[in-house]
């Protein structure tokens, strides 16, 4: 069936470091790509989408490239802020009228 | 940009009491969604609803769930009767065209079951 694995629970960086946060997806569909980004007290909004495969999201500093030969959507960004301090999550419509969500990745910056 | 609203932000009920959680969602948009997220797991779809109707609903939407939009005012979820596993926070969401376009959610009801 469809789902969403983020395998880093929590990710801890200092300002300017690189930023990495792992996603693979599975779908016997072909689906839309979502990134996600939840700040306290708030719903999730959107940071990123892509659509077709090979293609790169770009947002406020945030990438990702729809892998689909590695079921893969990775996101990245060169020099993390603390503002960028937030719950980050994968997700895939997976051809359907619904979000399947990873379990969310926590991103502390220390200033 | 475009804002969902939930009423309440928090709910405290007894197990087998009815509970409705409302959701404002933006105002031109056509297709709704809840979805239901336990402490420290995953969000899940609940339902997605369209032209007064249930397009897809999930395993998690129980017999005793129900969703309406009555004459275009909230859009509501309502659980009757609760059980101690309904305890979880219930994000809504709205979009303009179902799909994949973008969802825009609400901050999420926090329910509490006792």
């Known amino acids: 069936g469809d789902s969403v694995t983020q395998k880093q629970g929590q990710v801890t960086l200092s300002e300017d470091d690189f930023l990495f946060i792992n996603c693979t997806y599975s779908?016997?569909?072909?689906?839309?790509l979502f990134w996600y980004v939840q700040y306290p007290g708030q719903g999730p909004q959107l940071l990123l989408k892509?659509?077709?495969?090979?293609n790169k999201g770009i947002s406020r500093g945030f990438e990702a490239t729809y892998d689909k030969g590695t079921t893969s959507f990775h996101l990245q960004k060169a020099s993390v802020q603390e503002s960028d301090s937030a719950v980050y999550f994968c997700?895939?419509?997976?051809?359907?009228?619904?979000?399947?969500f990873g379990k969310g990745t926590q991103l502390i910056i220390q200033p | 940009g475009p804002k969902v609203l939930q009423i309440p932000s928090h709910q405290i009920i007894d197990m087998g009491q009815m509970v409705t959680l409302n959701c404002d969602p933006v105002?031109?948009?056509?297709?709704f969604y809840w979805y239901k997220q336990i402490l420290g797991q995953q969000m899940e779809f609940l339902v997605n609803?369209?032209?007064?109707?249930?397009?897809?609903k999930s395993k998690l939407f129980k017999d005793q769930f129900s969703v309406e939009r009555p004459d275009g005012s909230y859009f509501t979820l309502k659980i009757q009767p609760t059980a101690l596993e309904d305890s979880a926070v219930y994000f809504c969401?709205?979009?303009?065209?179902?799909?994949?376009?973008?969802?825009?959610f609400g901050p999420g009801t926090r329910l509490t079951v006792l």
């Open positions: 969401a709205s979009s303009l065209a179902g799909g994949r376009a973008e969802q825009f």
């Open positions: 892509v659509t077709t495969a090979n």
């Open positions: 997700a895939h419509t997976g051809g359907a009228d619904r979000l399947t």
């Open positions: 609803f369209y032209n007064g109707k249930v397009m897809e």
């Open positions: 105002s031109n948009h056509l297709y």
């Open positions: 779908t016997t569909t072909y689906p839309t």
